[in-house]
């Protein structure tokens, strides 16, 4: 009966790809019943030899056991970083259009894509409670959503861990990360985010669409640990290099 069940459904999702082909949300071609081509697929800039601590990209190291400088110097508060694509073309552009065009099929692809890399990296026991970088209440209103809200959503239900969206609250309406100089990023989330929820988790995932300079995920953990949560870990679909 499985079996048969099973045939079923693929021939069915064959026939679904032949009458209603699905275009590729990078280049636009027929992918049948994907989000993403295969050729789109293979092109997209993964992320290999990462930063232990933080997954900065280190393509000039001679393996993938390395931690950063700022690392070395500067420990971060969180424990792990999980990231699936270096930022740079065409992520950079399909994360734009994921927040700014609302094009969410997008999260879907994010999502399920940092899901796999979820399974197969973090071999350690999972953690407890899922949080999403929150948005600040004006930027939820003008946006309509919370893309990292929208890439949880894909990754929380498999793994079976529950997602929390009220704990932490973004009070301070920031800048945009991306649009400020680097020297004052870290002053832009200074108290940016409130604990209204007392946690009881030990383990705890933020999740992010781009980790850049690292400062919101930092905020974010050092407040998660001052309440006595003992590990973080920051899922996040991008990674800029170095030089952002």
């Given at each position: 009966m499985f079996?048969?069940s099973t045939?079923v459904?693929?021939?069915?999702a ?8 699905c ?6 071609a027929n992918?049948?019943?994907e ?5 789109c697929?293979?092109?997209?800039p993964w992320?290999?030899?990462v ?5 900065v ?11 950063c400088g700022?690392?070395l ?6 424990d792990q970083v999980i990231?699936?694509?270096?930022y740079e ?5 399909l994360?734009?259009?994921?927040k700014?065009a609302k094009k ?7 999502g399920?894509g ?8 973090n071999?350690?026991k999972?953690p407890?409670l ?9 930027r ?5 959503f919370n893309?990292?809200h929208?890439?949880a ?5 498999p ?7 009220s704990?932490?609250i973004?009070?301070?309406?920031t800048?945009e990360q991306?649009?400020?100089?680097f ?5 832009n989330l200074s108290?940016a985010?409130?604990?209204?929820e007392?946690i009881?988790?030990k383990?705890?995932a ?5 980790m850049t300079?690292?400062?919101t995920?930092?905020a ?7 309440q006595?949560?003992e590990r973080?870990?920051i899922?996040?679909c991008a990674?800029?290099?170095l030089?952002?």
């Amino acid at each position: 009966m499985f079996q048969c069940s099973t045939v079923v459904q693929q021939c069915l999702a064959k026939i679904q790809s032949i009458l209603l082909p699905c275009p590729c949300v990078c280049c636009g071609a027929n992918s049948g019943n994907e989000l993403l081509c295969e050729g789109c697929k293979a092109d997209l800039p993964w992320l290999t030899r990462v930063c232990v601590s933080c997954s900065v990209p280190l393509y000039n190291a001679p393996t993938s056991d390395l931690s950063c400088g700022d690392c070395l110097k500067n420990p971060p508060p969180f424990d792990q970083v999980i990231a699936l694509f270096s930022y740079e073309f065409p992520i950079n552009h399909l994360i734009h259009q994921l927040k700014f065009a609302k094009k969410l099929t997008i999260a879907r692809v994010m999502g399920e894509g940092l899901l796999q890399k979820i399974q197969e990296q973090n071999t350690e026991k999972k953690p407890e409670l899922i949080i999403p970088v929150p948005l600040h209440p004006q930027r939820l209103k003008e946006r309509g959503f919370n893309q990292a809200h929208e890439i949880a959503r894909i990754i929380a239900k498999p793994l079976k861990i529950p997602m929390n969206t009220s704990a932490i609250i973004r009070h301070k309406n920031t800048a945009e990360q991306a649009s400020l100089p680097f020297s004052e990023r870290k002053k832009n989330l200074s108290q940016a985010f409130l604990l209204r929820e007392k946690i009881t988790a030990k383990h705890v995932a933020i999740i992010d669409d781009v980790m850049t300079t690292g400062y919101t995920v930092r905020a974010l953990a050092d407040l998660l640990k001052a309440q006595g949560v003992e590990r973080v870990d920051i899922w996040c679909c991008a990674r800029t290099g170095l030089d952002i």
